[in-house]
Nanobody, 124 residues
Framework: QVQLVESGGGLVQAGDSLRLSCAAS????????IGWFRRAPGKEREFVAV????????DYADSVKGRFTVSRDNAKKTVYLQMNELKPEDTAVYYC?????????????????WGQGTQVTVSS
């Protein structure tokens, strides 16, 4: 059974950094595009970042560009989201998602698999 497990969330102050991890139990993990999404209280889920199956292509939401970096280690079947200069508006539950093909569709939120999420809270 496929599982995506996020970790690394927590409570931090504005300006701090966090690194989220998404560990996958997918046999063919290296073939999957992986995305990060977030849902803030009272808001719709939104795209944050995506990394292609090879790690060679990344894309970010404008709101996090220059502050967040997505990367992957296919040998460890893990994707990371390094979040720097955190702001209170980054407070949300962060989810990772996997899609075997069509990175554009993944960015739109259409995924084959979703994790359960990890809470990130940024205080001002």
């Amino acid at each position: 059974q496929v599982q995506l497990v996020e970790s690394g969330g927590g409570l931090v102050q504005a300006g701090d950094s966090l690194r989220l991890s998404c560990a996958a139990s997918i046999r063919t993990f290296s073939l999957y595009n992986i995305g990060w999404f977030r849902r803030a209280p009272g808001k719709e889920r939104e795209f944050v970042a995506v990394v292609s199956w090879s790690g060679g292509t990344t894309d970010y939401a404008d709101s996090v560009k220059g502050r967040f970096t997505v990367s992957r280690d296919n040998a460890k079947k893990t994707v990371y989201l390094q979040m720097n200069e955190l702001k209170p508006e980054d407070t949300a539950v962060y989810y990772c998602a996997a899609r075997l093909s069509d990175r554009v569709a993944l960015k739109a939120g259409t995924a084959d698999h979703w994790g359960q999420g990890t809470q990130v809270t940024v205080s001002s």
